[in-house]
């Protein structure tokens, strides 16, 4: 029985501009996270004994990256003690003026560029090849240059691509599970993509994803892949364990403040979507929706949290109030509708002025100018956002 273990993983966007967000050395710390991920996934080789490690693309950021940076990962790379197998991606693409070209790189480091993409090494019993980019943006890969397995060998193929998804017109390397099976490799150490997927319906491929997050649209878990191979009488069997990088993760959340009286209760409601969320750790985005008569400034609610918080913003979205007395002439549906609400929460608020302490009484008036709310917006815009917590 043979085996192999290694760790696979991409898209680590070294020096990634961050511009979307910034305030003093937000981008400069969060490109010290991107470091701060790596070094952890090397931490990984070693306290795994793993064999070699794979960067499936996008190592880098070709148009942003510092000499400092690159000085930085050749220290870094030679102290994994294994081979490191390299393949330029989209935003690092194997281009004349590229660092992957221009650059001596560590001796156990190997690019596998679509000038050289193949590499056996006979003391692992591994068959390599890479499918890497050479621009920016490139279509359909062909994958007849792609050599045949070899027997009793690992067979790896790492691509920085698209696999099974319908982007005409968007495609980076895209390529069908049909495709990639055809060639009869073991394990499709994929790229691209940020989000992590260790679930694809070909069992053989796997796409660690992004190791450090890079906005608000990569939430979630984010890390890399200990994969462990074995091979008995021809047959392989894999096993992958997910293990997280990421220093920071990013929270968007959607609060509807409909029905709050004061800012203290929106103050309230946003505490509660915070909850458990460390100010060190975790970046945050509110966006307050609904409608509301309160005069929200988002600079004054900010200021209650974000002392404490690396990264904190509340945007407003919300709308006016109706004008319940306007509506409440209006010759049509709407002006009927507002005055049977307003009939009935003027009934329950008589029940009250006899029992003012009714709990019952009290929620059923809440639930009443919910339903005043809710009806004009249907009325209005033909639908109900519902609360979404
Ligand atoms: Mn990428």
Not at 70 to 81: C, E, K, N, R, T
Not at 308 to 317: A, K, L, S, T, V
Request: glycine share 8%.
């Amino acid at each position: 029985m043979k085996t192999l273990k290694f760790v696979h993983c991409a898209d680590l966007h070294l020096d990634a501009s961050f511009r979307e967000t910034g305030t003093g050395t937000y981008a400069d710390t969060r490109r010290k996270d991107i470091r701060e991920a790596f070094k952890r996934i090397i931490d990984k080789v070693r306290a795994e004994n793993a064999q070699m490690l794979l960067i499936c693309g996008d190592l880098y950021e070709h148009n942003t990256v510092a000499k400092g940076t690159i000085d930085w990962l050749h220290m870094v790379l030679s102290q994994a003690g294994v081979p490191v197998l390299i393949i330029p991606g989209n935003h690092d693409p194997y281009l004349k003026n590229s660092w992957y070209r221009n650059w001596d790189w560590p001796e156990n480091v190997r690019i596998l560029s679509p000038d050289s993409p193949a590499l056996v090494m006979d003391d692992l019993c591994v068959n390599i090849f890479g499918m890497g980019f050479s621009s920016f943006r490139e279509d359909k890969p062909d994958l007849s240059v792609v050599p045949p397995p070899v027997k009793d060998y690992f067979n790896i193929m790492m691509i920085h691509g698209t696999l099974d998804m319908d982007f005409t017109n968007h495609a980076y390397k895209p390529v069908t599970s049909e495709e990639l099976s055809a060639l009869g490799y073991d394990y499709y150490a994929l790229g691209h993509f940020h989000k992590m997927r260790d679930d694809y319906p070909m069992k053989k491929a796997f796409n660690p994803g992004s190791p450090e997050p890079l906005g608000f649209d990569e939430q979630g878990f984010h890390g890399a892949f200990v994969v462990e191979m074995t091979m008995d009488q021809g047959r392989v069997d894999i096993k992958t364990e997910r293990f997280e990088t990421s220093v920071r993760a990013y929270h968007e959340r959607n609060v509807d403040i409909t029905g709050c009286r004061t800012l203290e209760e929106v103050k309230m409601r946003v505490l509660g979507l915070i909850e458990g969320l460390r100010p060190d750790r975790d970046l945050v985005r509110i966006t307050l929706t609904g409608r509301t008569g309160l005069s929200v400034e988002t600079d004054v609610l900010t200021g209650f949290f974000s002392g404490d918080w690396f990264y904190f913003r509340i945007y407003n979205e919300t709308r006016k109030d109706f004008n319940i007395e306007e509506l409440e002439k209006d010759p049509s549906l709407t002006g009927a509708f507002v005055r049977e609400v307003k009939s009935r929460i003027a009934g329950i608020d008589a029940e009250l002025a006899n029992d003012p302490g009714n709990r019952e009484l009290q929620r059923e008036k809440e639930k009443l100018l919910l339903a005043m709310n809710y009806g004009l917006e249907a009325l209005y815009s033909g639908r109900i956002e519902w609360q979404d917590d």
